[in-house]
């Protein structure tokens, strides 16, 4: 179950199986033993958070720090009993839901600990591959990361070129995924935090981009918790309305980029509104029919999210207080979990054979061990065929 979890195939984890573990085992039986596991796991994520069936292991002391950090994904999804392909009105994309809850360790300063923007952030061509992507506007802002299959670890990158003395110290991580609505996913994910001890942390920082889910979910169940805006969707907010406003020359577009996100990072966004309202009413509303790409629309789009989130971007007391700022660390889950949900030739029966796959993975990422520890706990014979178990 730990190689279905852990390569990219069913095929590939019955050769791993077969050669390293000494276990030949037909990739069919794999695929129906992970639909199992993965319903095992879901309804003990769903289970109370005092029952002693639930997941996650309760400490004995709360944390120092708890960061909740959410962001949705994809997943591509067939008809069951259709076999391979798509089969769904559209193209079968379905969104997932993921959350990282990460005890972790903080200091705290008197002044910022880091005024100035890292060096990643100045750096013409680090910026550019983290704003863009081929034919793509503001309108999917959202989206933008690195391209899936690179195997370049972003947010690594990112995280080691903050000051290493002012950021939090990831100490356990545990991972929530599904395809629940994002009603459903914040009372899984708040069951998870209540397990963890969440609500007794001395703080608790949530982390979010623009989706209004997100900051339904901290508002419902963290309300406790500073809500901050992930740093790396203002960037590149700033970037592409810098680039549209200076098509014609580089150079101002570049300079006019790093001003503004030099002051979102120092907590002077108001100035920044202030400046792309100047140039909102410069350059007119967009008409109905203007493109993504249309140079209204991306600023209009960039001044409403600064606005819309002005209250989580106080980006100097947030490293004051030993808050991240970026959502380095959802970023790597999203790759990690990407790396075996996502794919060309990756389809999932909707839902049921998806859910199953998110609960076989997550349980995977979870510093906890707990895909492990079920494994041991699980009654029976692993190889025992149960009822309804259709495949993935």
């Known amino acids: 179950m730990v190689a279905a979890a852990e390569t990219r195939s069913f095929k590939r984890a019955a050769i791993v199986m077969k050669h390293?573990?000494?276990?030949?085992?037909?990739?069919?039986?794999?695929?129906?033993?992970?639909?199992?596991?993965?319903?095992?796991?879901?309804?003990?994520?769903?289970?109370?958070?005092?029952?002693?069936?639930?997941?996650?292991?309760?400490?004995?002391?709360?944390?120092?720090?708890?960061?909740?950090?959410?962001?949705?994904?994809?997943?591509?999804?067939?008809?069951?009993?259709?076999?391979?392909?798509?089969?769904l009105s559209g193209e079968g994309w379905r969104e997932t839901k993921?959350?990282?809850?990460?005890?972790?360790?903080?200091?705290?300063?008197?002044?910022?600990?880091?005024?100035?923007?890292?060096a990643c952030f100045l750096d013409a061509k680090h910026v550019a591959k983290i704003a863009e992507t081929s034919a793509i506007g503001v309108s999917a802002v959202d989206e933008v990361t690195l391209d899936d299959e690179d195997p370049q670890d972003f947010a690594i990158d990112l995280e080691s070129a903050l000051e290493e003395d002012w950021r939090p110290k990831r100490m356990v991580r545990?991972?929530?995924?599904?395809?629940?609505?994002?009603?459903?996913?914040?009372?899984?994910?708040?069951?998870?935090?209540?397990?963890?001890?969440?609500?007794?942390?001395?703080?608790?920082?949530?982390?979010?981009?623009?989706?209004?889910?997100?900051?339904?979910?901290?508002?419902?169940?963290?309300?406790?918790?500073?809500?901050?805006?992930?740093?790396?969707?203002?960037l590149t907010y700033l970037f592409l309305a810098a680039k549209a406003i200076h098509a014609r020359d580089e150079?101002?577009?570049?300079?006019?980029?790093?001003?503004?996100?030099?002051?979102?990072?120092?907590?002077?966004?108001?100035?920044?509104i202030e400046e792309l309202t100047a140039w909102h009413q410069r350059l007119g509303e967009p008409p109905k029919d203007a493109s993504d790409t249309d140079v209204r629309v991306i600023v209009?789009?960039?001044l409403g999210y600064l606005r819309n989130n002005l209250e989580r971007m106080d980006y100097v007391s947030y490293r004051q207080s030993g808050y991240p700022v970026t959502s380095a660390w959802m970023e790597s889950l999203v790759k990690e979990m990407n790396y075996r949900v996502k794919g060309s030739e990756m389809f999932w029966?909707?839902?049921?054979?998806?859910?199953?796959?998110?609960?076989?993975?997550?349980?995977?990422?979870?510093?906890?061990?707990r895909l492990v520890r079920h494994l041991r706990q699980r009654p029976g014979c692993a190889f025992t065929r149960r009822p309804d178990s259709p495949s993935l």
Request: glycine share 8%; net charge neutral.
């Open 300 to 302: 209009t789009k960039t």
């Open 98 to 118: 993921n959350a990282c809850l990460i005890r972790a360790q903080r200091k705290t300063f008197a002044s910022d600990p880091q005024p100035e923007p890292p």
């Open 174 to 234: 545990t991972v929530i995924s599904s395809m629940a609505c994002s009603r459903d996913f914040g009372r899984q994910v708040a069951k998870e935090a209540r397990r963890r001890r969440f609500y007794e942390a001395v703080a608790q920082a949530f982390l979010g981009d623009g989706l209004p889910w997100n900051w339904s979910i901290q508002k419902e169940h963290f309300p406790k918790a500073i809500p901050i805006l992930d740093f790396i969707h203002v």
């Open 20 to 87: 390293v573990a000494g276990q030949p085992a037909a990739f069919k039986t794999i695929q129906r033993i992970t639909h199992d596991v993965g319903t095992e796991l879901g309804r003990r994520r769903d289970a109370s958070a005092k029952s002693t069936h639930a997941l996650a292991q309760m400490p004995a002391d709360p944390p120092d720090l708890a960061v909740i950090e959410t962001d949705g994904g994809r997943i591509h999804t067939r008809e069951p009993g259709h076999g391979r392909g798509v089969h």
């Open 349 to 369: 029966n909707d839902p049921i054979g998806a859910e199953a796959i998110l609960q076989v993975r997550a349980g995977a990422l979870c510093d906890d061990e």
């Open 251 to 272: 150079e101002s577009a570049w300079s006019q980029y790093v001003a503004w996100m030099t002051g979102c990072w120092q907590s002077e966004t108001s100035q920044v």
